[in-house]
């Protein structure tokens, strides 16, 4: 046979061609492939992968295993040095070190008896001496400290003065005669709500506490008894103590847990209402009460017991005092009052309103009341009024009340320690919503302002960020001020804020006699924000 010439090649048919082309790159491939194996360089047909990630980062490594296994788990026993050829580059790992130990268990601490038995049923005595100023007033002097905020550099502040001792329970925006007296009517309780002093005639000084104060019975005792020397007033055991509302025992009130509806006692009156309407459930269900016209607040005293948080209210009216009460109680409470402005609760905050012989005429104004109180209940909530029966025997009205009682739970007892009263600032974002959902409790409020409280409310205050951000509006020293008003003595105060308002803050706590203490973050020594702490002292003249 002859060979094809190209021009026959050309010529040749085209199954001949396309063979000819397929057999030449077959044998390439195959070639490509042999060399590739051979020199690394070749790359383009390798399926092999670089062993640039294939290599262990421990190569080249040596442990001793027995030195990471405690002698008490297992035997050791000997390794031999394992050492391959050494490579150009690898990544060294040192071993891991365990994780530290978890935090040991809070535990609850008592005071052992006579008897040897460790009991949290003890009373706290006096205060210490370094918690205690005589003769405030003897040590006024001047403090200067450097401030990083201002443009001079440096403050000067005079130790503030105690104010008289009338004014150990001032409340400055309930208590101003002058705004109160220029009132054009009171008929609709309008000489109860707030009427803040002008800018510029505000608390300038320390409100004293009385003179016999001692520091408060700790929760849960306080709920049956507090000192008579830190609410120095009998106007309502001689009002109520046939309702079995309180009574004063020597140097102790005490608080059978009556009211004027429940004479019996508050758990009486809880498990009737239980009764009536067994499908609410109180700390199911219902969580998060108001409590119209509270007494004593017993009626929030017991429901924490339940698992139920209640923010008791009552104006400063015939009945004074009766908030103090409550506060020196450890119950959570404020001076508020049904009047012609809407109270400083969120819509939809609340499961349960109660009104127990609340002195509130619901109907007037075609029931403008019942409106605020409907915009603050939550749907499926229930407004629980309770008052002096006058057509109980009409059975008409019995179905009527029957069925408007309709929902009301089984019992959870669960014990509470401390209760948190949230007060969010007006010049920040509105999360009052979210805290009530949660099933706490809070008030919007404006903190160039002072707060509707009695003095000695809060055994702890805390801020974050908040002085930064209210210098702009107004004076820092009139929110520490306020502060301290609203503080017991030997309360504590937790300021987070920026470095740069420290000096201002700590020269005007030394101002009020607090003691100070500035600690860094978990950020470090060199972040921009610091710790505040502080403890205030019992200041006498």
């Known amino acids: ?119 949290d049923e003890f009373e706290v005595g006096e205060f210490d001496q370094d918690e205690v100023v005589e003769n ?41 005669v002058k705004a109160i007296k220029k009132l054009k009517s009171t008929d609709k309780g309008e000489r109860f709500e707030r009427h803040c002093p002008e800018p510029g005639r505000g608390l300038n000084c320390l409100v004293p506490a009385p003179r016999n104060y001692r520091s408060p019975i700790a929760w849960p005792r306080s709920r049956d008894e507090v000192w ?66 509270c007494g004593v607040a017993s009626f929030g005293a017991y429901l924490l017991s339940r698992n139920v948080i209640t923010m008791s209210i009552a104006p400063k009216d015939v009945h004074e005092n009766q908030i103090q009460f409550a506060l020196e109680r450890g119950v959570p409470a404020m001076v508020a009052a049904f009047a012609t402005h809407r109270l400083l609760y969120p819509s939809q905050a609340f499961d349960l309103i109660h ?47 029957q069925g408007t009682f309709r929902n009301f739970p089984t019992l959870i007892e669960q014990n509470l320690h401390s209760c948190v009263m949230d007060g969010v600032p007006v010049s920040g974002p509105d999360t009052l919503p979210v805290i009530y959902d949660r099933g706490l409790i809070g008030v919007m409020h404006d903190w160039c302002e002072p707060f509707d409280t009695y003095p000695r409310t809060y ?49 005007i706590a030394n101002a009020m006699g607090w003691h100070v203490t500035i600690r860094d973050t978990s950020e470090g020594p060199h972040a921009s924000y610091r710790l505040f702490t502080a403890e205030k002292r019992l200041l006498r003249a």
């Open 355 to 401: 009104c127990s012989r609340c002195r509130i005429n619901w109907t007037r104004d075609g029931g403008i009341l019942l409106l605020e109180v409907n915009r603050m209940l939550r749907s499926g909530g229930y407004f629980v009024w309770a008052a002096q029966p006058v057509y109980k025997h009409e059975e008409a009205l019995e179905e009527q009340w």
């Open 1 to 119: 046979m002859k060979a094809l010439t190209n021009g026959e090649f050309s010529k040749a048919p085209k199954v001949i061609t396309i063979a000819a082309f397929a057999f030449i790159s077959v044998t390439f491939f195959y070639l490509g492939k042999h060399w590739s194996e051979g020199n690394q360089q070749l790359v383009f047909f390798t399926t092999r992968q670089t062993h640039s990630v294939s290599i262990s980062p421990n190569q080249g490594m040596s442990f001793n295993i027995s030195s990471m296994i405690s002698a008490d788990e297992t035997e050791s026993f000997p390794v031999k040095s394992f050492s391959p050829a050494p490579v150009t580059s690898r990544h060294v790992v040192s071993p891991t070190t365990p994780p530290p130990p978890p935090p040991p268990s809070i535990k609850t601490f008592g005071i052992v008896d006579e008897n040897g038995t460790m009991s």
């Open 136 to 176: 405030w007033a003897a040590e006024n002097e001047t403090k200067v400290g450097e401030n990083g905020g201002s443009d001079s550099g440096k403050i000067s502040v005079q130790k503030f003065q105690l104010c008289p001792s009338s004014m150990s329970e001032y409340i400055p925006c309930l208590d101003n």
């Open 459 to 507: 055994d702890l205050l805390h801020a974050a960020g908040l002085f930064s951000i209210e210098k702009k509006r107004c004076n820092i020293s009139s929110i520490m001020l306020e502060m301290d008003r609203i503080l017991r003595p030997g309360g504590r105060v937790y300021i987070r804020d920026s470095l740069s308002i420290m000096d201002d803050l700590v020269t």
């Open 228 to 293: 008579f020397s830190n609410v120095p007033h009998n106007r309502l055991v001689e009002d109520k103590g046939g309702q079995n509302w309180i009574s004063r025992n020597k140097n102790k009130f005490k608080f059978p847990g009556g009211g004027t509806q429940f004479i019996h006692g508050a758990d009486e009156y809880l498990d009737h209402i239980s009764k009536m309407i067994p499908d609410i459930a109180f700390g199911q269900n219902t969580r998060v009460v108001l409590d119209v016209g």
